[in-house]
């Protein structure tokens, strides 16, 4: 199986980013790991970052070419604003896990809303870094011979 993780704006910064919001572990800390676990898993993870809302939308579209079986994607401040990702998700009918670090539900309220959640198969929101692993281990036990 092929996953495409995929992280929006300002979180190249993380391991020095808020770390009392969002935790110590670099995005390669965590890049590395969740590496680890799909391989553990037989699966094969890519790995993309950027801060651009048009090079995530790229990727997006990429899935079909690329034969991702699902994404798991932080759209970070993106998640708030972005109809165009959303409706990048709707047009390749790529099925994603849509994950934040931090709990987006008690913290302020323009972040409680999200543009993606409903077309999510699930939103993992303020279990850290763990949380990435959690959409990843459901989205193989999910698609894994689909
Ligand atoms: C975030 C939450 C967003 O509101 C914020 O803009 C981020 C990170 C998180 O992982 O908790 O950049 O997606």
Partial sequence: ????????????????????????????????????????????????????????IESIHSTIEAKIDFVIINPAAYTHTSIAIRDAFLGVKIPFYEVHLSDIYKREEFRHFSYLSDIAEEVITGMGAKGYEEAMLKGI???RGK
Avoid at 24 to 31: A, G, P, R, T
């Fill in 1 to 56: 199986m092929n996953i495409l993780l995929i992280n929006g704006p300002n979180l190249n910064l993380l391991g020095t980013r808020e770390k009392e919001v969002y935790g110590s572990k670099s995005l390669e800390d965590i890049q590395q790991d969740l590496s680890v676990l799909a391989t553990q898993n037989q699966c094969n993870l890519i790995s993309f970052q950027s801060n651009a809302e048009h090079e995530i």
């Fill in 141 to 143: 036990l999910k698609y």
